[in-house]
Antibody
Framework: QVQLVESGGGLVKPGGSLRLSCAVS????????MSWIRQAPGKGLEWVSY????????YYADSVKGRFTISRDNAKNSLYLQMSSLRVEDTAVYYC???????????????WGQGTLVTVSS | QSALTQVTSVSGSPGQSITISCTGT?????????ISWYQHHPGEAPKLMIY???NRPLGVSDRFSGSQSGNTASLTISGLQTEDEADYYC??????????FGGGTKLTVL
């Protein structure tokens, strides 16, 4: 069955960096766009970024643009999120999700992981 | 990329029907037919319940239905069951190939 397992979360100081990983199984990873979505404590979901099958097309939310970098390794069936210049407001559970759409445009997320918690605090 | 507007909470009794609304703008909900709804039991992975306004993925109960009118999308759950108690989020495609979520609605089944 489809499985997405996030890892790499933890406690980091403001201004610090962290790299999240998402290990995927149960489908052909290289055939699908992938995305990161986060949920701050007590808040709603917030789309963060998505990446095309080859990594050639990448989009970010304004709130993380210039600080976060999404990438993937199709040989390892893995998705990554490199987070730098972290802020207190980046504290959230980060979910990876399989993205679906048409013509290279993502419209929805049909499988999600259970998330990994990132806490940014001094 | 302002969040879509959802009522914070709704409640209903088993067997009843409830509707959750999701209001956006002419740049997202009002301009595209790519509205999705997600069910989230805290601590678990969110689950896609509705996509493209009114389509259900395989395996999702037909008690869940979606609709849209202008800048507002709606999720209706009929024949409420205790396991429907969860947080529900809408999402819309928006300009610039980005996506926006709603703030979420907590459904309580009394």
């Amino acid at each position: 069955q489809v499985q997405l397992v996030e890892s790499g979360g933890g406690l980091v100081k403001p201004g610090g960096s962290l790299r999240l990983s998402c290990a995927v199984s149960g489908f052909t990873f290289s055939d699908h766009y992938m995305s990161w979505i986060r949920q701050a404590p007590g808040k709603g979901l917030e789309w963060v970024s998505y990446i095309s099958t080859s990594g050639s097309a990448i989009y970010y939310a304004d709130s993380v643009k210039g600080r976060f970098t999404i990438s993937r390794d199709n040989a390892k069936n893995s998705l990554y999120l490199q987070m730098s210049s972290l802020r207190v407001e980046d504290t959230a559970v980060y979910y990876c999700a399989r993205a679906r759409g048409v013509g290279g445009v993502v419209y929805r997320f049909d499988y999600w992981g259970q998330g990994t918690l990132v806490t940014v605090s001094s | 990329q302002s969040a879509l507007t959802q009522v914070t909470s709704v409640s209903g009794s088993p067997g009843q029907s409830i509707t959750i609304s999701c209001t956006g703008t002419s740049s997202d909900v009002g301009d595209y037919d790519h509205i999705s709804w997600y069910q989230h039991h805290p601590g678990e992975a969110p689950k896609l319940m509705i996509y493209d306004v009114s389509n259900r993925p395989l395996g999702v109960s037909d008690r869940f239905s979606g609709s849209q009118s202008g800048n507002t999308a709606s999720l209706t759950i009929s024949g409420l069951q205790t396991e429907d108690e969860a947080d529900y989020y809408c999402s819309s495609y928006t300009t610039g190939r980005t996506l926006v979520f709603g703030g979420g609605t907590k459904l309580t089944v009394l």
